[in-house]
């Protein structure tokens, strides 16, 4: 559903800005707010496509978050095209950009599953239950008319259950792959010194926690800080270089190059980070990071702005992993 929500926000963002020059208002503030809400809905519950092969769920989670970091070069993309084609208008973008969220939306309703993969965890409760032979007597068996007829409709249930069995396991990997994947879950709470901290609590009781409020309160002051960041880098180089328009101008092309780039390449090293350092080693860390961004942000110089940047792209999405995997440990 969340999905679904987020197709027509996208949609609706996408012919919101395609006609913003035609309107007597402001249509690109209320595009934008769309866009992002829409871009929300889709990214988040995208997540749950990682338990598709929970074998390879790390692998799957890497590619949906290194996608999310690419989709940066689509307005990359635009602005190089917007340069060198005449006539190309950003009313002509958003019109062709409004057939993403269409085939995404065709694709939720008819590919996609309906419901949300089951994890590793349920997925094993499921082998075990299905792997008891008692699943193929039924109590109406009773009613047959003959021991042979029993025989053979039960034989049919082992068939199925038995096929069903198998492809769990492939799924699943193998006995030796599964236990390795329950040792590596078992280091990873004992590596988490938060693990369960809110688990079983009511929704009310979760949001009212300083667990919840105080990583919201950094949530929305760090997620402002960063898209002002995406939308202003040029104009705020512009001004900390005393109007050198063309370092300003050359420090964009690199954000623009190094914010996609920069998070495919950081993401196996954030999984290794998320894995290996407690929780409050990480929250550390971004905290650490972001004061440093924020204070390469004050230097009016172009190393300084190459520092922040480069820090920039790397925080992005080793922020966006841990806030995932905060709320899946504590929440």
């Known amino acids: 559903m969340a999905s679904v929500i987020g197709c027509l926000f996208l949609l609706l963002g996408t012919a ?5 020059h035609y309107v007597d208002f402001d249509a690109w503030l209320l595009g934008y707010v769309s866009l992002a809400l829409g871009g929300t809905f889709t990214f988040v519950p995208a997540f749950h496509l990682s338990n598709a092969f929970p074998a390879q769920a790390g692998t799957i989670l890497a590619l949906i978050t290194g996608a999310f970091d690419a989709s940066a070069f689509v307005f990359f993309i635009f602005r190089i095209l917007y340069s060198r084609i005449p006539g190309l208008t950003t009313s002509t973008f958003f019109t062709i950009f409004s057939l993403v969220p269409v085939v995404m939306l065709i694709a939720q309703l008819t590919i996609m599953p309906s419901k949300p993969y089951n994890t590793f965890t349920e997925l094993e409760k499921v082998v075990e239950e299905i792997a008891d032979p008692a699943y193929d007597a039924h109590d109406s068996d009773d009613e047959l008319d003959s021991i042979v007829e029993v025989r053979k409709v039960q034989w049919k249930r082992h068939e199925r259950r038995m096929g069903t069995l198998r492809n769990l396991k492939k799924v699943l990997g193998s006995a030796e792959e599964r236990e390795e994947h329950k040792k590596q879950i078992a280091q990873v709470q004992k590596q988490s010194d938060v693990w369960g901290m809110l688990h079983g609590r009511s929704p009310l009781k979760q949001m009212r926690s300083r667990w919840f409020i105080l990583i919201t309160i950094f949530t929305v002051i760090q997620m402002a800080r960063m898209n002002y960041f995406i939308a202003t880098v040029r104009s705020q180089y512009e001004y900390l270089l005393g109007g ?15 914010l996609p780039v920069g998070g495919l390449i950081s993401v196996p090293f954030i999984g290794l980070i998320l894995d290996n350092v407690p929780t409050e080693g990480v929250l550390g860390l971004l905290v650490m990071l972001s004061s440093i961004i924020g204070v390469l942000s004050c230097i009016p110089s172009i190393p300084g702005g190459i520092g922040q940047i480069f820090l920039f792209v790397l925080l992005r999405p080793l922020y966006y992993s841990a806030m995932s995997d905060y709320a899946a440990k504590v929440l």
């Open 16 to 20: 919101i800005t395609a006609i913003a």
């Open 244 to 258: 050198n328009t063309e370092g300003a101008k050359w420090l964009n092309e690199l954000f623009d190059v190094a």
